[in-house]
């Protein structure tokens, strides 16, 4: 079968030469580093906005970590896809949710993540929220749709989290919205 230019099939980095591998390690190291000007350039040059690094991650899940609002949302107006995990099956909305990053986790929703996504593992952005007690971070999840009584895999609710790891703040938000039940 005759290789098509255009393919989605990612390259073999054994076949990319030293050049092309410098600069694919500078894109990503420009999404993590928050420098929005230099990918936005890149981006409307045709780099495609869900390029993926050898652990999976995206360079909107490498911004968003680290906390460039900007940078995420240059990339998800280039068509960055918010919903896209890494090979661990964590979302940019997931990892806004440990980090705490109120201001990035209300971007990515406005720009289409899935308050209720769930990794492989079944785990939700609410299941971190809860865990690391980001209460904020639970509050606007659970307005946007989050299902605060959902398990995951193994049978973990978000409560149960928040109480196994001692997030007190987001226990007392998860407990109150059980007894209204």
Excluded at 15 to 32: G, N, Y
Excluded at 47 to 76: C, F, I, Q, W
Excluded at 99 to 125: C, E, P, V, W
Excluded at 159 to 173: N, V
């Amino acid at each position: 079968m005759a290789h098509e230019p255009n393919s989605a099939r990612p390259a073999d980095p054994g076949q990319l030469d030293d050049d092309t591998l410098a600069f694919a390690r500078k894109v990503f190291q420009m999404a993590r580093g928050g420098e929005t000007a230099e990918l936005a350039t890149l981006l409307s040059q045709g780099m495609p906005a869900n390029l993926r690094n050898e652990r999976g991650d995206s360079l909107l899940m490498l911004a968003s970590y680290n906390g460039h609002p900007e940078t995420t949302k240059v990339l998800l107006e280039h068509g960055a896809d918010p919903e896209l995990q890494n090979d661990a099956g964590q979302s940019p909305l997931m990892g806004a949710a440990f980090k705490g990053d109120l201001a990035i986790a209300t971007l990515l929703l406005d720009h289409g993540a899935q308050a209720d996504s769930r990794g492989r593992d079944g785990k939700t952005a609410l299941m971190f929220a809860a865990m690391f007690n980001r209460v904020d971070i639970a509050r606007l999840l659970i307005e946007r749709g989050a299902d605060p009584f959902g398990v995951d895999a193994a049978g973990v609710s978000a409560l149960d989290a928040a109480q196994k790891m001692g997030a007190a703040d987001t226990a007392a938000l998860l407990e109150s919205l059980r007894a209204e039940r």
